[in-house]
């Protein structure tokens, strides 16, 4: 009688245990050293370019993994860095193309209710091929539009660590 409750409890496991596999996603997110690699980036093209800005870096789920901030920036560029990379991150999509479709499209105007969104240029997802794997966001240049040329500066310059 014994064998045979041992031998149901392990032949159970065996029949469950890829039933369990399935339910568990594997994901892939930026490393915090590129984080900090890729914010630095950000903060360095837009002081080329004259611009005091503050740069955050977000893992896939728009966590902070690091912010860099430039010693001349403006205490408010901090959040707004952090918001702008949450809100690409969450969406996937730069910041810029939902700003676009809320000026054009009333129905997307709720977007930016959504709790710690900033729809506002600057925000790039950081994608490894389709994957979205992470997020930078930039705030304090003179527009959105040079916030996110930064942004994408920065990928670019780091690209070949992606992938």
Excluded: W
Aim: aromatic share 2%; hydrophobic share 50%; charged share 15%.
């Amino acid at each position: 009688m014994m064998k045979s409750v041992l031998l149901s409890i392990v032949l159970g496991t065996v029949v469950a245990a890829p039933a369990v596999a399935e339910d568990i996603a594997k994901q892939t997110s930026l490393g915090s050293v590129f984080a900090v690699d890729l914010a630095q980036a950000a903060v360095s093209a837009c002081a080329a370019d004259g611009y005091n800005v503050a740069a955050a870096v977000t893992d896939r789920a728009g966590i902070v993994l690091a912010l860099v901030r430039a010693e001349g920036a403006g205490a408010h560029t901090a959040n707004a860095a952090t918001a702008k990379a949450y809100t690409s991150a969450s969406s996937r999509n730069p910041t810029s193309g939902m700003a676009e479709t809320v000026q054009k499209n009333g129905a997307a105007a709720g977007l930016a209710d959504i709790p710690g969104f900033l729809v506002l240029a600057g925000g790039v997802p950081v994608k490894v091929g389709k994957d979205t794997v992470g997020a930078i966001g930039v705030g304090g240049a003179p527009g959105g539009n040079l916030d996110e040329a930064c942004a994408v500066k920065a990928i670019e310059k780091l690209a070949d660590r992606l992938k």
